[in-house]
């Protein structure tokens, strides 16, 4: 079985892709979480990313006051940025959304939740200790039909803005991306723990400002 950290247990776990494994921890902040790895070059060790989904919303579920809600939310994606040797962290709205504002019209990023995570002492020493070389926070807002459509850059920002327009759920994408391999690289465990604890701690953010 797949042992992630003793305070995690693991309810369930299954392999979705010959990379990838989807997760299932009890006595945590997002609903799953899927591991995979992802090549970078002949000759190089992958990176490992880590990819937790915070489910606040179902379709079922969804109401006008939820897809204003989404509309809030989707303003406050965020990213990290490191300084040169990764000596300085900072927490930045998510560089799509610039994009995304020539298709939103009056669409604007809102820092309040990068403002709430920054004050995350736990969260914050955590990072500085792991030192993931990505970080992000993004909602879930492409949906599967439209997927086969995408051919262009400019197709996919205009999916993500009709989706805007009429979210259909509102789930939370939180991935951290390390350069290490599971069970191959020195210390992978206590990594595992470092990057699932960051995930853990983003969620229970993200959660305490679903109502904003």
Do not use: C
């Not at 970078?40 to 006051?65: C, D, Y």
């Not at 759920?169 to 206590?190: A, C, D, M, Q, Y």
């Amino acid at each position: 079985m797949l042992s992630i950290k003793r305070k995690y247990e693991v309810e369930k776990w299954s392999y979705v892709a010959p990379n990838e494994i989807l997760v299932e921890l009890k006595n945590v902040g997002f609903t799953n979480l899927l591991v995979r790895s992802i090549p970078i070059s002949l000759g190089f060790e992958p990176r490992t990313e880590l990819m937790a989904s915070v489910e606040l919303a179902r379709p079922e579920e969804m109401t006008a006051q939820q897809a204003e809600l989404y509309k809030k939310l989707k303003s406050m994606e965020f990213e990290i940025v490191w300084s040169r040797l990764k000596r300085e962290l900072r927490l930045v709205p998510r560089s799509e959304l610039k994009e995304l504002q020539e298709f939103i019209p009056g669409f604007v990023p809102n820092e309040h939740l990068i403002k709430d995570m920054a004050q995350n002492r736990s969260l914050m020493n955590l990072l500085h200790i792991v030192k993931p070389e990505e970080m992000y926070a993004a909602l879930d807002s492409i949906r599967a039909e439209d997927i086969p459509s995408i051919k262009s850059k400019e197709d996919y920002l205009r999916k993500k803005a009709e989706f805007f327009n009429t979210p259909s759920n509102i789930k939370w994408l939180i991935s951290v991306t390390k350069l290490f391999v599971f069970r191959r690289f020195p210390g992978h465990e206590r990594i595992y723990n470092q990057l699932v604890e960051v995930l853990d701690l983003t969620s229970t953010i993200l959660r305490k400002n679903t109502h904003l």
